[in-house]
């Protein structure tokens, strides 16, 4: 071959020669950019990281009181033993059963009847009624309990007792095991 045929291949259309091979020049769809990217970009990012720290920290700083209404303070947690559950009387003289047994916290409407939490069997009972400690009806007469929105905050517990709200927390199905009081007469009577 003479050095005439050898002559160099025409620039591709697509992109300056020498970022691509030829074939794959000729044939690309999209311009490869291999230049070095201003100093806009990391500022940039900066800057954006650093609105996403500044609204963070509003968020943090907005949400570290305690609840807002409709919950209100009940009384400290600690007036409620953790294996157990306390009759607690709200700021409006309403009763509210707050149970500690088995984790958390969880609060309910207090029942009419005297609610007892007997540690033998693990169950929230009344004289004839048996509840397991997230509400449902495990034996006896009556319905399941109905629960409240409860949150602790700095030790205080925080109860929605406002019947709009309430209403959005459906009672848990009944479970009817035939179960039956166990505690008997040794049980502590928590509410009347």
Do not use: H, N
Not at 76 to 95: I, K
Not at 137 to 160: E, T
């Amino acid at each position: 071959m003479r050095r005439a045929d050898r002559a160099t291949p025409p620039e591709p259309a697509y992109g300056p020669g020498g970022y691509l091979p030829d074939r794959a020049a000729r044939r690309a769809r999209k311009i490869v950019l291999r230049s070095r990217m201003g100093l806009g970009w990391p500022v940039a990012a900066l800057l954006a990281a650093a609105l996403v720290a500044a609204a963070g920290a509003v968020f943090l700083a907005t949400r570290a009181g305690p609840p807002g209404p409709p919950l209100v303070p009940v009384a400290p947690v600690d007036a409620v033993d953790p294996r157990g559950a306390s009759v607690l009387r709200a700021p409006d003289g309403r009763r509210v059963l707050v149970v500690r047994a088995g984790g958390g916290v969880r609060a309910f409407a207090a029942p009419e009847a005297a609610v007892a939490w007997c540690p033998a069997s693990g169950r929230l009972e009344s004289a004839r009624s048996v509840w397991d400690s997230g509400g449902s009806l495990l034996g006896g007469p009556g319905r399941s309990l109905r629960p409240l929105p409860a949150q602790v905050f700095a030790g205080r517990l925080y109860v929605d007792l406002t019947s709009r709200s309430s209403r959005s927390l459906a009672r848990p199905p009944a479970r009817p095991a035939g179960a039956r009081p166990v505690c008997g007469r040794q049980r502590r009577i928590i509410g009347a």
